[in-house]
């Protein structure tokens, strides 16, 4: 027996990066899982079923979750992963990027986890309980150039997990954050795509692991593999991961030690 066996678990974001590897990670555990995403997933298991779903838009999310909990007949463990970086100046932030960035990743991880609660509570009536695991950012706490609107997103879950795991406590459902920086992800792999014009590269002198690693980005700075954090979220899922909640786990390779 592996520790996640039958555990039924919603993953959001899947088609990529973190998501992706999260999903293999709960599939070798022994998982049942679907695994969501506005992209194709190219994923491929016998427990796996693989759907289309908008986290920024409320009526996606309400369909999708209901089916996903139908076809596992139940849940136990959401893993909100989804979630876009878009960068820029300050000075020159639209509201529409302002408001698409927190639509995603704040709004979203709402949404979903709102959907997905009635299950999870039923759920969180056995022995081993139900989990959220949201997604935050070192970006939360810690200072990253040109990222304001999505550092508010992050701390802004940072923040509500807090809230979910005290308010449900008593009621068998866990709520726990992790917090990526300097891991390669869809996000880091199309760094050309979102950061501004006339960056100050100097500024991210800080967010650079002290750990080594093999991976990097496209522009050749170190980062930690994506399976560093999947192997957190089937820890989080799992029994092993029963008295943890209302907490953030920072996964950086110590960039802020």
Request: hydrophobic share 45%; proline share 5%; aromatic share 4%.
């Given at each position: 027996?592996t520790?996640?066996?039958d555990?039924?678990i919603l993953?959001?974001?899947?088609?990529s990066g973190?998501?992706?590897?999260?999903?293999?990670?709960?599939?070798a555990?022994?998982?049942?899982?679907?695994?969501?995403d506005v992209?194709?997933i190219?994923l491929?298991?016998p427990?796996l079923?693989?759907?289309?779903?908008?986290?920024?838009?409320?009526?996606?999310?309400?369909?999708?979750?209901?089916?996903?909990?139908?076809h596992l007949?139940?849940?136990d463990v959401l893993?909100?992963a989804?979630?876009?970086?878009?960068?820029?100046?300050t000075?020159?932030?639209?509201l529409e990027?302002w408001?698409r960035?927190?639509?995603v990743?704040?709004?979203?991880?709402?949404?979903?986890?709102?959907?997905?609660?009635p299950a999870?509570l039923e759920?969180?009536?056995?022995?081993?309980?139900s989990?959220v695991v949201?997604f935050?950012s070192?970006?939360a706490?810690?200072?990253?150039?040109?990222?304001?609107?999505?550092?508010a997103?992050?701390?802004?879950?940072h923040?509500?997990?807090?809230?979910?795991?005290?308010?449900y406590?008593?009621?068998?459902?866990?709520?726990v954050?992790?917090?990526?920086g300097s891991?390669?992800?869809?996000?880091?792999?199309?760094a050309?795509?979102w950061?501004p014009?006339?960056?100050d590269?100097?500024?991210f002198?800080?967010?650079?692991?002290?750990l080594?690693?093999?991976s990097t980005?496209?522009?050749?700075?170190?980062?930690g593999?994506?399976e560093?954090?999947?192997?957190?979220?089937a820890?989080?899922a799992?029994e092993?991961?029963?008295?943890?909640?209302?907490?953030?786990i920072?996964i950086?390779?110590g960039?802020h030690?």
């Amino acid at each position: 027996m592996t520790r996640l066996d039958d555990r039924r678990i919603l993953v959001t974001g899947a088609a990529s990066g973190i998501g992706r590897a999260t999903v293999q990670r709960l599939l070798a555990e022994g998982a049942r899982v679907v695994a969501t995403d506005v992209a194709p997933i190219d994923l491929a298991d016998p427990a796996l079923r693989t759907a289309v779903l908008d986290v920024a838009d409320e009526a996606s999310v309400v369909a999708g979750v209901a089916a996903a909990v139908e076809h596992l007949g139940g849940l136990d463990v959401l893993v909100n992963a989804a979630g876009i970086l878009q960068a820029a100046h300050t000075q020159e932030t639209s509201l529409e990027l302002w408001n698409r960035v927190l639509a995603v990743n704040l709004t979203g991880t709402f949404l979903v986890t709102r959907e997905a609660l009635p299950a999870l509570l039923e759920s969180g009536r056995e022995s081993v309980g139900s989990v959220v695991v949201n997604f935050s950012s070192t970006s939360a706490s810690f200072a990253h150039p040109y990222m304001a609107a999505y550092a508010a997103s992050k701390g802004g879950i940072h923040a509500m997990t807090h809230s979910l795991a005290l308010e449900y406590s008593k009621r068998g459902v866990r709520v726990v954050s992790v917090a990526p920086g300097s891991v390669k992800s869809g996000i880091t792999d199309n760094a050309g795509s979102w950061m501004p014009g006339n960056v100050d590269f100097a500024l991210f002198g800080k967010l650079l692991p002290i750990l080594p690693t093999e991976s990097t980005t496209p522009v050749g700075n170190p980062v930690g593999p994506p399976e560093a954090v999947a192997g957190v979220v089937a820890m989080l899922a799992s029994e092993d991961g029963r008295f943890i909640t209302g907490t953030e786990i920072r996964i950086d390779g110590g960039t802020h030690a």
